[in-house]
């Protein structure tokens, strides 16, 4: 399996915004995609109230390229989300069974 973080920070006065659309529109999308085991979003606290984060398990690399496309190693993000994002970040790594 394949564990694929995704963070993002938004500008300023822009989290309440930027929240409503990770819940109500990137979180439902992530859980009907085909190939993910499993997600889990992250919302800001106090001392990061612009940051928000998913980790994503994905059953393995074909299924993340499915989703992602070949350049999966980059952050993308949909075009509503433009004028919210200040920086996105990705980062992948195999999972190791404990």
């Known amino acids: 399996m394949i564990m694929r973080i ?23 999308l992530m859980r009907r995609t085909e190939g993910l085991i499993d997600v889990y979003p992250g919302a800001p606290r106090p001392d990061s109230p612009n940051e928000f984060c998913m980790v994503m398990m994905w059953r393995d690399l074909d299924a993340l390229k499915a989703f992602a496309g070949e350049d999966y190693t980059n952050a993308h993000i949909l075009p509503e989300e433009a004028d919210l994002v200040a920086a996105r970040t990705i980062k992948h790594y195999d999972l190791v069974a404990g």
Do not use: S
Request: net charge negative; proline share 9%.
């Open 6 to 28: 995704f963070q993002v920070t938004t500008h300023p006065g822009k989290a309440a915004e930027f929240g409503a659309f990770f819940h109500d529109t990137a979180i439902p």
